[in-house]
């Protein structure tokens, strides 16, 4: 059974988060978490730590994770970063699911008004499929090619336009 959910840095389950990151994400570029803590001062304590957890015989292990900075240079916008899969368990639906979890609790309890995230150009397909929009250029980043996507908080009932308004 897959369980997702929020974590603190003082969890158990940190650094098992913290080392899906390295081997999905950090260590292709030549980072490990320490390099990468350096590299964005302040921000770790800052991110909102989400995480996918499959029960094992030795103890619940992270196999998927995703980072949320609530506040970012844009307003009512959040960012997600550090979105990775272990990958043994890609293509099973966990990043989507994480991504609704995030989203879930982004739009709801945080009032945020919109999620963007800097996409490896490889994953906008990923997140087109879940209703995510690319903005402006392709860029790059850590030499890998990458791709602004943006999604906004979807229209609650009350908020939409009643037909008769069209
Ligand atoms: C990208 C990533 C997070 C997706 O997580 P995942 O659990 O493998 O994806 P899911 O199984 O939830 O896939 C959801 C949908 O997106 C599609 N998808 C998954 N990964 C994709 C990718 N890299 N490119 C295009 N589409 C992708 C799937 O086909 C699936 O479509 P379906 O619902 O029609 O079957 C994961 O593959 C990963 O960690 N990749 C390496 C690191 C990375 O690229 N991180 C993102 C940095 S921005």
């Known amino acids: 059974m897959i369980t997702y959910k929020q974590i603190t840095r003082d969890d158990p389950l940190y650094p098992g988060e913290c080392r899906l990151r390295e081997r999905?994400?950090?260590?292709?570029?030549?980072?490990?978490i320490q390099k990468f803590i350096e590299a964005y001062p302040g921000f770790e304590e800052r991110f909102e730590h989400f995480v996918a957890?499959?029960?094992?015989?030795?103890?619940?292990?992270?196999?998927?994770?995703?980072?949320?900075?609530?506040?970012?240079?844009?307003?009512?916008?959040?960012?997600?970063?550090?979105?990775?899969?272990?990958?043994q368990r890609q293509?099973?639906?966990?990043?989507?699911?994480?991504?609704?979890?995030?989203?879930s609790k982004a739009f709801g309890e945080m009032g945020l008004e919109?999620?963007?995230?800097?996409?490896?150009?490889?994953?906008?397909?990923?997140?087109?499929?879940?209703?995510?929009?690319?903005?402006?250029?392709?860029?790059e980043e850590a030499?890998?090619?990458h791709q602004k996507m943006v999604i906004t908080r979807p229209p609650v009932a009350s908020e939409q336009v009643p037909v008769s308004d069209w």
């Open 24 to 32: 999905v994400l950090l260590e292709p570029i030549g980072y490990d």
């Open 53 to 87: 957890t499959t029960s094992t015989p030795g103890g619940d292990r992270v196999i998927g994770c995703v980072l949320l900075l609530r506040e970012t240079d844009r307003p009512g916008f959040g960012k997600l970063m550090q979105m990775a899969v272990d990958p």
């Open 91 to 103: 293509g099973e639906g966990i990043g989507k699911r994480i991504v609704i979890e995030v989203e």
């Open 114 to 139: 919109g999620l963007y995230c800097h996409a490896q150009t490889s994953a906008v397909s990923f997140y087109e499929q879940l209703g995510w929009q690319p903005e402006g250029e392709e860029f």
């Open 143 to 145: 030499a890998i090619p």
